[in-house]
């Protein structure tokens, strides 16, 4: 019988934790320590926290944005973001970009880094897409959203066990509010982004009564990294598509 | 270090596949032998996105089965999304270079002991997809040893015995034929191959999704 070459996990997350150190040299970059759950289920993207300012745009060659876009991201995968991922062996790649799509993380992304400053907040209401646990779409009917910038998240794929039945399908409440507050903003390269956020997810009436809830928050720390090693990880990873960040 | 699940480390070291299927005849001397994993899944249930976001599962007012064969010996109780990128990468070309069988639709109603369901031109009792694997070529083959593979299609599945439940068996045969069709060369591959076969059920929502990671 086939088999997979390192054996079968028990648990994904530590499972994803080792893949993704396995094709790096270090642990972790940035830091990021929340608690809490939704429902029982866990959000820790806690492996990876960086961000960007996106200063340029290429239409066609690259010219400087009428507005500078800020950017700050997370992961439970763990990679080195100053490193050229492309370079890594074609193996680790593949383990790398799925260890980031099914497990958790999360993006903030301002349209204009003039807001980004020490000792601002800022909220996002986000509804859950068509994949679960998966906050994909800002809640244009919102009130309380603060303008111009946008969170999205997800939480881990759920590991499914050989007698996995709908029977046990719990999905998540339909919105979440995130915030964030900002105790340092310092956007060049070399500085990092710091703060705390907050992940709340909510039930709608519309919602099963039995959709997980529940709120999840701490600390960050994203090391801010050059605009051109950080848009070629994103490109090879697909963190554009994968994180929900707007180009 | 991660663990292997001892049930899985024994079904290797006796190279046991998944269920049982044994074959009777081929396609004019061609072997086709998709036996080294069957299943069955019970798609009671769908997935549907829900108003304003989410998903909805609904229960199927007509329930139906899904039939899978295989050629490479695999666990379909294992969460194959849960596994490395590699390793899916690894498993979804062991299982497409090998043959495989599909049968989808199949209505639970109509799926008892001692029913025949068909699937011919005249009738649809289910969908088939039927691929042949790619088997190694030499450096010198050509072009000119190549037969195609009749592309008219048939099938009658017998149902021996059928517990349609999770964790349920669904035992009986399924005669594949292969025949020519109108536009092909008179040398194209035809004939019937019979799969008699014991495939257990798995649960729906993990037999499901790996039939997704596995692209059917």
Redesign the interface.
Known sequence: ??????????S?RW?LA??AVAVTAGCGFGEVAFSGDFGGRPFRPDGTAFGFVDALERVPELKPRDRQRAIAVATFAAFDPTVDQEQLP???L??????IA?SDWFSFWWRDRQQVVAGSSFTDVV??????GRYE?SDSTATGRSDGFQARFAVA?E????????A??R??G??AVVTVHLTEASLDVGGRLRGSATFRIER?D???ADAATGSVGGEFSAPIVGERIAEKNFETLDLYNQLEVSR | M????TA??L??VA????GAVSVEGTFDGERFAPT?TVFAVLD??VEE?????????IARDDPRLLLFFCQ????P???F???????????RE?VRRGDRVLLRDLPTHATVAGARLVLDDGRADFALLMLAGSAPIAAGDSYADLRPLGRHLSAVLAIERAVLA??GQLVGALALARDRAADQPANTVTGTVTLQFDAPI?????GE?NLRVLGY
């Open positions: 019988m086939w088999q997979p070459r390192g054996a079968v996990m028990k994904g499972y080792l893949a074609g193996n680790d593949v383990d790398l970009r799925h260890a099914v509804l859950i897409g068509d994949s679960d779409d794929r590991e499914l066990g050989a007698g996995a039945s709908y046990d399908y999905p998540f339909t919105r709608l519309s919602d099963p | 991660r663990l292997l699940p899985l480390v079904l290797a190279g046991c596949g998944y080294g009671a249930h996105p829900r108003p304003g976001g989410g998903i909805a599962v490479p010996a695999i666990d109780d294992v969460d999304a849960a596994l490395s990128g590699s390793e899916i990468e690894e498993l062991l999770e964790k798995v649960s729906e929502r993990i999704s």
